[in-house]
C-alpha cells in the first residue's frame, strides 16, 4: 500500500520533466497542439486553467447578473433560437436565458414540448435560486422565473434532425408558418435577437451515413448548423447590425489536421465522408469542428463582416451525455467521470448567458471585429487555419456547393 502511494506521489515530479523535454525537443516554433502526441494534454492543461482562473470572475457577475436582473429581467422581450437544448450544455444555456426573461425557440429533434418547457423552467428556477443572493429566495425566483403558464408564450419546440438537410428544411417550413400566425411571433418581430447553434454530435460507435451521404458528425456538426445558418441570414430573420451568431465550437478544433491535409490523406473532396470507424472517430469530430470554425469565421471576416456579430466559442469541458454514444463500457465510464470532473451545464453555460446579455460588449459595434474567437470567457485565437482567408473562402465556397447539391461526393469509408 505504502509503495503504490509513493509511486502515485512519484509520478508528476517524473512525468512533468519528461514532458517538458518532449514539448522543447519536438515544439520548435510550432502550435502546441500540433506537437506529435502533446497537443491533448496541451488542450487539457489549458481547458483547467481557463476553468479555474475564470471561475470566480464568472461567479461574481452571474451573482450580479441575477440579483439585477431579480427587479428588471434582463433579457424581456430578447428572441433566442437554439439549438440542442433538450439536454447537456444546451439546457444549462436555456435555463438561464428563460430565468432571465428570454423567449425560446428550441428545435430539437424527439423532443416533446411539455417536457423541455419542464425542464427549462425547472432549470431556471434552480439557477435563479443558486445565484440569487436574498434570503426569501424562492419567492423572488417564483416571480422572476414567471408562472407555469407563461412557457406556452415563452418557449415552443420545433422538430429538427440536423443530420438531415429535408428535416431542417421541414423546419424552416414551419417556422415561416409559425411567424404568419398571431403569438409568440408578432407582427414587426419576425427576428431573433440571438441564433445559438449548439446541437452537436461525437459518434464514436463506427461510421454513420446520413440520407445525403454525409458523414454523421460532419452533418450534424457543421452542415446541418451551416444550412440552418444560412435560412436564418438568407430569410432576413437575423437582425443587421444587432443580431449575434452564437457557435458552440470545441478546444478540439484544434487539434485537427488542417483542412486541406485531412482531405489530401484521404483522398477525398471537401464534404466526401471518410474514416475508418472508432479508430478515428476522435480526429472527425475535431476535423468537423475545424471546418465550423472556418466557416464562422470566414462569414464573420468576409461575407457579412459589420452585419453581426459572429462569437464563435469554446466552451471547455463539460458533465454533458456528448459521450453516451461511444461503445458500451466507454458509454457509461466516460459521462461518470464527465459528471464528477467537469462543470455541469448549469455553470459552464454562464459564458453564453454573459454574450446574450451583454451586448455592449459582445454586440456588433462599429470598429470591431464581427468573427470574434473565444475560449470560455477569454478573447482569444482560433487555429490559425480558421483565420486563413484562402481556407475560409475554400470553405464557404464549398459548403455554398454541398447545400445547393444536398448531396456528399463520393467517399472513402474503410470500415463502419
Ligand atoms: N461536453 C464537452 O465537454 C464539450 C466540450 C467542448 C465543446 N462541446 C460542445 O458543446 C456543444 C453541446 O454539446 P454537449 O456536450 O452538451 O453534448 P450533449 O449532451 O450530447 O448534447 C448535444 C445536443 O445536440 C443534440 N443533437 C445531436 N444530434 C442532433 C441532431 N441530429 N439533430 C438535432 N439535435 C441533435 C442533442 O439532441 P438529442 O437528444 O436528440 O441527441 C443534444 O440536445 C456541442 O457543440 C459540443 O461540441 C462540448
Known amino acids: 500500500m505504502g509503495i503504490l502511494l509513493l509511486s502515485i506521489l512519484a509520478l508528476p515530479p517524473l512525468v512533468f520533466p519528461i514532458y517538458s523535454w518532449y514539448v522543447l525537443k519536438y515544439g520548435g516554433g510550432r502550435e502546441p497542439f500540433d506537437i506529435p502526441l502533446t497537443g491533448f494534454f496541451h488542450l487539457l492543461v489549458e481547458d483547467f486553467d481557463i476553468i479555474f482562473k475564470d471561475r470566480e470572475g464568472v461567479d461574481k457577475w452571474t451573482r450580479e447578473f441575477y440579483d439585477n436582473a431579480n427587479t428588471n429581467r434582463a433579457l424581456e422581450g430578447k428572441r433566442v433560437l437554439l439549438t440542442g437544448s433538450n439536454k447537456g450544455f444546451g439546457s444549462g444555456i436555456a435555463g438561464h436565458l428563460y430565468a432571465s426573461g428570454a423567449t425560446l425557440y428550441l428545435p430539437c429533434r424527439r423532443c416533446n414540448q411539455t417536457e423541455l418547457r419542464r425542464l427549462v423552467r425547472s432549470n431556471a428556477l434552480s439557477y435563479c435560486e443558486f445565484y440569487v443572493s436574498s434570503n426569501n429566495k424562492r419567492d423572488k425566483c417564483l416571480k422572476m422565473v414567471g408562472p407555469e403558464e407563461e412557457t406556452a408564450t415563452r418557449l415552443e419546440t420545433f422538430d429538427m434532425d440536423l443530420s438531415d438537410l429535408d428535416s431542417i428544411d421541414n423546419f424552416t417550413q414551419a417556422l415561416k408558418a409559425r411567424m404568419a400566425t398571431p403569438g409568440m411571433f408578432q407582427t414587426g418581430y419576425h427576428q431573433f435577437d440571438a441564433f445559438i447553434s449548439n446541437a452537436a454530435l461525437i459518434s464514436a460507435g463506427g461510421i454513420e451515413i446520413t440520407k445525403q451521404g454525409f458523414e454523421a458528425m460532419f452533418a450534424v456538426n457543421f452542415v446541418g448548423a451551416a444550412r440552418l445558418l444560412d435560412f436564418l441570414i438568407e430569410n432576413g430573420l437575423l437582425k443587421k447590425g444587432e443580431s449575434q451568431i452564437i457557435s458552440i465550437t470545441s478546444q478540439d478544433h484544434?487539434?485537427?489536421?488542417?483542412?486541406?491535409?485531412?482531405?489530401?490523406?484521404?483522398?477525398?473532396?471537401?464534404?466526401?465522408?471518410?474514416?475508418?470507424?472508432?479508430?478515428?472517430?476522435?480526429?472527425?469530430?475535431?476535423?468537423?469542428k475545424l471546418v465550423l470554425t472556418t466557416y464562422i469565421m470566414g462569414l464573420g471576416m468576409q461575407d457579412y463582416a459589420g452585419d453581426y456579430a459572429f462569437l464563435d466559442i469554446c466552451p471547455g469541458p463539460i458533465a454533458s451525455e456528448?459521450?453516451?454514444?461511444?461503445?458500451?463500457?466507454?458509454?457509461?465510464?466516460?459521462?461518470?467521470?464527465?459528471?464528477?470532473?467537469?462543470?455541469?451545464?448549469?455553470?459552464?453555460?454562464?459564458?453564453?448567458?454573459?454574450?446574450?446579455?451583454?451586448?455592449?460588449?459582445?454586440?456588433?459595434?462599429?470598429?470591431?471585429?464581427?468573427?470574434?474567437?473565444?475560449?470560455?470567457?477569454?478573447?482569444?485565437?482560433?487555429?490559425?487555419?480558421?483565420?486563413?482567408p484562402r481556407l475560409q473562402r475554400m470553405v464557404i465556397d464549398q459548403t455554398k456547393l454541398l447545400l445547393k447539391t444536398r448531396k456528399a461526393p463520393e467517399g472513402k469509408v474503410t470500415g463502419m
Open 254 to 288: 484544434r487539434l485537427s489536421l488542417p483542412i486541406e491535409e485531412h482531405l489530401k490523406a484521404h483522398g477525398v473532396t471537401f464534404g466526401a465522408p471518410f474514416g475508418r470507424g472508432i479508430s478515428d472517430a476522435m480526429p472527425r469530430y475535431d476535423y468537423s
Open 322 to 388: 456528448i459521450a453516451s454514444n461511444t461503445p458500451w463500457p466507454l458509454n457509461v465510464i466516460v459521462p461518470a467521470g464527465m459528471r464528477v470532473v467537469f462543470p455541469s451545464p448549469m455553470v459552464a453555460s454562464i459564458p453564453i448567458l454573459r454574450m446574450v446579455a451583454d451586448g455592449e460588449a459582445f454586440g456588433v459595434k462599429p470598429g470591431r471585429p464581427s468573427a470574434r474567437h473565444f475560449q470560455l470567457t477569454r478573447e482569444a485565437s482560433p487555429r490559425k487555419d480558421a483565420l486563413d
